[in-house]
């Protein structure tokens, strides 16, 4: 049977568009169909030069691993990611959900012993043979979505909206390219054991490597914040009540739905009106109940942990990046009784560096060229090279400000998945300003000042 299927199988000899369509036949379906084939047509061009590693891929995927493959290497990028059709993502991940596993999350690759190229060596070329790496299931992320179904107590499926929660990720990546996806952060088994433990999210080669060896050294605060972050409370787009200021003493901060007075270390949205409120707000409020727990961990970190009975959904640009997701292109899916890391100072201060760095270079690069002094093929007049410029050169302090900002809706989701596309139209919603990563957005404009971005004339 096996030497059936063989026969019709392509080598590196033939063109390019059947190789791409024959391992088109053996792809997941988690992806659009374009999407698929613009990452495969993208892969074989790759290695049409190195026609043993196309082999051993067309081998790897024709025969489902049955046969032992080679690495199948491409050059690595300066961050780690491959940009497919307007997304980008870890390269051996992309690969790894398209032909094996289509809900696959970043960190549950390991790779196998043989394996001289993985992603987690650092080596120049990455390996992208699927299979060369092993699904190892990292206890905070939800594998199919189904499993909880039949486990979740019903207090959870409340309305239509919680049970179309549960449904699988299969559908989700439906838009075509760029398209925000929810992403599923369940409890883990060992959250209620070990309330404070080690990041569950991670890895436990990721874990040591996150933390220190890929950021710069924080510089040392001149002065402690005297508040560690400030809360603002929302209702669709209208603040309600005042900004909630978290003072230093206090690392963790409870946010939750009863009519309490705040104070210190709790902040109670129920007691807060709104005269514009309706009753589908004041319906979601019903739900947000015990709410969530906010953590400041060392110098900047923040972990939350989800108390209500219902699930919270986070805008964090550093679970986007755990999940091989550009910053902004996720919403995650917090479930009840989870404990999750949502924020990591080093790697903001890292972002906002290089943030700063490539504006401050692009505005100057954009102003020589309308002044005519960057010749080259492409310029009219120092016209076109202004124009492909001007994008980089539009990082403004707001943008670095975002970095420095958590998002997080009670109860209802926002995105493709759900009637809402952005947060300020969902109904009770939290705004989170982290004072020590504001503080280091301060040094990093004092030594890279940068303008707001100015429109082409």
């Not at 590693?53 to 489902?64: F, H, K, P, R, V």
């Not at 640009?317 to 080093?346: N, Q, T, W």
Request: hydrophobic letters at 35%; proline letters at 6%.
């Amino acid at each position: 049977m096996d030497n059936m299927s063989i026969t019709n199988t392509p080598t590196s000899n033939d063109a390019c568009l059947s190789i791409v369509h024959s391992l088109m036949c053996h792809r997941q379906g988690g992806e659009s169909e374009t999407f698929a084939k613009r990452a495969i047509e993208s892969l074989v061009k790759k290695l049409k030069e190195k026609k043993d590693e196309l082999d051993s891929l067309i081998t790897a995927i024709t025969t489902n691993g049955a046969h032992p493959s080679k690495c199948v290497t491409i050059q690595r990028t300066l961050d780690g990611r491959l940009q497919v059709a307007g997304r980008k993502g870890f390269p051996h991940v992309i690969y790894a959900r398209l032909w094996r596993w289509p809900d696959l999350h970043k960190n549950e690759l390991k790779h196998v012993k043989y394996c001289q190229y993985a992603f987690d060596l650092k080596c120049d070329s990455v390996c992208v043979n699927p299979y060369h790496y092993e699904r190892v299931v990292s206890p905070g992320i939800d594998l199919s979505g189904l499993t909880l179904q039949s486990s979740a107590p019903s207090s959870m499926l409340v309305k239509d909206e919680y049970v179309h929660d549960y449904e699988g990720q299969a559908s989700l990546s439906s838009a075509e390219g760029h398209s925000v996806q929810t992403i599923q952060h369940p409890p883990s088994n060992r959250a209620s054991s070990e309330p404070f433990s080690a990041p569950a999210m991670l890895a436990p080669a990721e874990a040591s490597t996150t933390s220190t060896t890929n950021f710069p050294n924080i510089p040392v605060a001149s002065t402690t914040p005297e508040y560690w972050c400030s809360i603002a409370y929302f209702e669709m787009d209208v603040q309600v009540g005042e900004t909630f200021k978290v003072p230093s003493s206090c690392p963790i901060v409870t946010v939750d739905g009863y009519v309490d007075p705040s104070g210190g270390d709790r902040f109670c949205l129920g007691q807060l009106s709104n005269v514009h409120r309706t009753e589908a707000i004041e319906r979601a409020r019903l739900h947000i109940g015990k709410g969530v727990q906010l953590e400041c961990k060392g110098e900047g970190d923040v972990w939350v942990r989800c108390l209500s009975d219902h699930a919270v959904f986070v805008q964090s640009y550093y679970l986007d990046r755990e999940a091989g997701r550009a910053p902004g292109d996720a919403v995650h899916k917090i479930y009840p009784s989870a404990y999750i890391k949502v924020f990591d100072l080093r790697q903001c201060h890292r972002q906002m560096q290089q943030q700063a760095a490539t504006a401050q270079a692009a505005a100057a690069a954009q102003a020589a060229a309308v002044a005519g002094n960057i010749p080259g093929p492409g310029s009219v007049g120092g016209i076109a090279p202004a124009i492909s410029l001007s994008a980089a050169a539009g990082i403004g302090v707001d943008d670095l400000r975002r970095l420095c900002i958590l998002r997080m809706s009670f109860v209802k989701g926002w995105g493709p998945d759900y009637p809402r596309q952005s947060i300020k139209e969902t109904p009770c919603w939290i705004e989170i300003h982290l004072h020590r990563a504001l503080q280091l957005l301060d040094e990093v404009l004092h030594t890279m000042p940068i303008a707001d971005p100015q429109p082409l004339d």
